[in-house]
Nanobody, 123 residues
Framework: QVQLVESGGGSVQAGGSLRLSCVVS????????MAWFRQSPGKEREGVAG???????QYADSVKGRFTASRDNAKNTVYLQMDNLEPEDSGTYYC?????????????????WGQGTQVTVSS
C-alpha cells in the first residue's frame, strides 16, 4: 500500500518562506514522478510543481522563480521550497505520486495522494 505523508505547512507573512516535505512509502520511489498540488476554498485543485525521478522539474507560471521542487531518492522524500510567498499561495498543499516517470501538472497523471498540509500566507 502506497502512503504519502506531507509536513512543513504553517502560517507566514507575505514574503516569507516555507519548505514542505513528503515522505513516500510502499512504492519503488525512484522510478516514479512526483508532484505538488494545491487547493484553496472555492477553487479547483491546481498543479504547482512536478518532478521526474532524475530531478527534472516543471512549474506552474504562478510560482516560477519562487518555488523549487527537489527530491532525495535515498530518503524517499520530495520537497517544495516556497520563497517570497504571497497571500494567493494560501491553501492546502498535496503531494502526489504517479505510476510512471513522467511528471505533469495534471492531477489525472497521479494515482496516489497525501492528506495535505495547510499553508496560510497573510498580507
Amino acid at each position: 500500500q502506497v502512503q504519502l505523508v506531507e509536513s512543513g505547512g504553517g502560517s507566514v507573512q507575505a514574503g516569507g518562506s516555507l519548505r514542505l516535505s513528503c515522505v513516500v512509502s510502499g512504492k519503488i520511489y525512484r522510478t516514479f514522478a512526483m508532484a505538488w498540488f494545491r487547493q484553496s476554498p472555492g477553487k479547483e485543485r491546481e498543479g504547482v510543481a512536478g518532478i521526474d525521478s532524475d530531478g527534472t522539474a516543471q512549474y506552474a507560471d504562478s510560482v516560477k522563480g519562487r518555488f523549487t521542487a527537489s527530491r532525495d531518492n535515498a530518503k524517499n522524500t520530495v520537497y517544495l521550497q516556497m520563497d517570497n510567498l504571497e497571500p494567493e499561495d494560501s491553501g492546502t498543499y498535496y503531494c502526489a505520486a504517479g505510476d510512471y516517470d513522467l511528471a505533469t501538472l495534471f492531477d489525472v497523471t497521479y494515482s496516489y495522494w497525501g492528506q495535505g498540509t495547510q499553508v496560510t500566507v497573510s498580507s
